[in-house]
């Protein structure tokens, strides 16, 4: 065997040794819950089939290799490949640390903690190194209250940093919401779960999917406290918890859902879908009533049908749209609990389907009969109703309302400071004349850019003379989003390496660095230092070759 295979098996050997006697407690102590991740996590490295993808070579307390276990055993592989086990261990030791200091630390189940405060990623956001850099300044703020005050006020420190801004689909990490002020609900509500979590406080991304009563939809937190999952609205502080603009509509929602990470999750709500990587729950009995239906799902002659998808949809946006998908088992039933109102649901297997509507409270068992196929000609004439609103709200006194919104006008007045330091149209107007760019690019450019300025000014400084019109153009074809997120190196590296500029599509699909929602990184340097040349070349010639290439040696994981 030589050195190099021998590092690589000792690394990762190091990961399943326990690190001696003396390496202290378990992060997991059921030690069938323990042996389940183990056989997990050596499960998700044979199918990744990369072992160096998963080496440690730092020595670990038994704590850290049990989270560290969990955490690769179910975190995508893109996780994996893009910020390395480093990354993570760095992660979990920041999180451990800081469980230790924190007061409320006896109050948090071992559970609740695994799946709600030690996982980094919250949704499909870009990881950063907000928790290391941010949870002691916020631990700062809440060191000596106790968990229920801890969390109002990190609500309050989010609303200081940032506030509700329309962007698209592509979200930020807590790091670019908090650099440009602003986010979306789904953005404002990772950033305000990854600053509980840095502080030990339990969170969770709540969402739902759809309303059922208007076409809209909406995202916010849950924090665990008192011994329960309690909701607020992110970076929206009220006095007191279970409060938010949203009460009225979350009271005649059908299904609310949140994500947790890891298969491994046993709280006791209702799964509706339980994958490889995390399980999804349902958790509307926090907002309104709830009742359940059965659904017996059987083929044209009566036979209950195994392993039928079962689609419960909410019409929104002029469409049935599909809020949760579950499996029939043996005796072809499943089941769901909603929200007082109507749905439709559509049930298939094998190229036949059927359909119904149920009214949850009012149809306690319903059987749909796969009777029908592709080309049937069907007619729908159904009126779904949505629940009613009945929102219950905690008591909040006059005093209290008072104290609050005295917080939030001070924390408009530190935000809007600094905000008061982006780009502003005559600053921009400046920094064209000094570079000689057209005018009304740079001072759209630099004004769009928000707290991600001085990058995308770097990116302009970079660039030579006679490449800044071409700089220009290449930050017009990037979404808004990149220029208040992505590194001005990263631009730099795209203008330099983008090659045959004569072509007349350069600019939209040569010189453009977006494929479709990924965090864009300098790729097209190291694809042309890694790729052959006479492989390129025969690319060049036939782009059939690099299909032919793709299908034989990326493989698909849908983990």
């Known amino acids: 065997m030589n050195k190099s295979k021998f590092i690589t098996l000792f690394a990762v050997a190091s990961l399943l040794s326990s690190c001696g006697k003396d390496s202290g407690p378990h992060f997991i102590t059921d030690s069938a819950t323990r042996q389940k991740i183990q056989a997990d996590f050596k499960s998700r490295k044979e199918a990744v089939g990369n072992d160096a993808l998963f080496e440690i070579t730092e020595p670990m307390t038994t704590e850290e290799r049990e989270a560290m276990e969990f955490l690769l055993a179910y975190m995508p592989i893109g996780d994996i490949t893009d910020y390395g086990t480093s990354y993570f261990l760095d992660q979990v030791r920041q999180t451990l640390s800081m469980r230790d200091q924190v007061s409320w630390k006896d109050s948090i189940p071992e559970s609740v903690f695994r799946h709600y405060v030690l996982p980094v990623r919250t949704n499909n956001e870009t990881l950063d190194e907000f928790r290391n850099q941010y949870g002691p300044v916020i631990y700062e703020r809440v060191k000596n209250l106790p968990l229920k005050e801890a969390a109002l006020e990190v609500n309050h420190w989010c609303h200081e940093n940032v506030i509700y801004t329309s962007t698209d689909g592509r979200t930020f990490g807590p790091i670019a919401s908090m650099r440009n002020a602003g986010g979306r609900c789904g953005e404002e509500s990772v950033f305000a779960v990854a600053a509980m979590r840095s502080v030990g406080i339990p969170a969770r991304q709540v969402y739902s999917p759809r309303w059922a009563h208007t076409d809209d939809n909406h995202a916010w937190v849950e924090v665990y406290v008192d011994n329960k999952w309690q909701f607020l609205g992110a970076c929206e502080p009220e006095p007191v918890l279970n409060l938010g603009w949203f009460n009225g509509p979350a009271s005649r929602g059908m299904l609310m859902l949140t994500n947790a990470f890891g298969a491994s999750y046993d709280g006791p709500e209702e799964v509706t879908t339980n994958t490889p990587a995390y399980t999804e729950v349902n958790v509307m009995y926090t907002y309104g009533p709830t009742a359940k239906s059965d659904f017996i799902i059987v083929d044209a002659n009566g036979a209950p049908v195994e392993g039928a998808e079962v689609e419960f949809k909410i019409y929104n946006y002029g469409e049935f749209n599909t809020v949760v998908r579950k499996k029939t088992d043996k005796e ?26 149920v009214s949850f409270g009012k149809d306690e068992s319903i059987t749909i009969t796969l009777d029908k ?46 905000t008061a330091t982006f780009y502003t149209e005559e600053r921009a107007k400046a920094l064209a004349s000094e570079l000689k760019t057209d005018e009304a690019s740079t001072v759209r450019f630099m004004t769009m850019s928000r707290g991600n300025h001085a990058e995308i000014e770097k990116f302009l400084r970079a660039a030579s003379p006679e490449k800044r019109e071409m700089a220009l153009s290449l930050l017009g074809v990037v979404s808004a989003k990149d220029l208040r997120d992505v590194p001005g190196d990263v631009f730099t590296a795209h203008l330099n390496d983008s090659k045959n500029q004569e072509n007349e599509q350069f600019v939209s699909y040569i010189l453009n660095p977006r494929i479709d929602r990924e965090f864009l990184t300098p790729y097209k340097g190291t694809l042309q230092k890694e790729t052959p040349a006479e492989f390129a070349a025969q690319v060049q010639e036939n782009p ?15 983990t």
Do not use: C, H
């Open 544 to 558: 059939e070759v690099l299909v032919a290439w793709v299908k034989e040696n990326i493989r698909v994981d849908n």
């Open 332 to 357: 072809g039933s499943t089941f769901l609990n909603a929200g007082l109102g109507d749905m439709f649901v559509w049930a298939s297997k094998d190229g036949k389907y059927g359909y119904s509507k």
């Open 373 to 418: 196929k592709q080309g049937d000609a069907i007619s729908l004439e159904m009126d779904l109703v949505p629940p009613g609103e009945g929102a219950s709200l905690p008591e909040v006194t006059d005093a209290m309302r008072a104290q609050n919104n005295v917080l939030l006008t001070q924390e408009d007045s530190i935000r809007n400071l600094y």
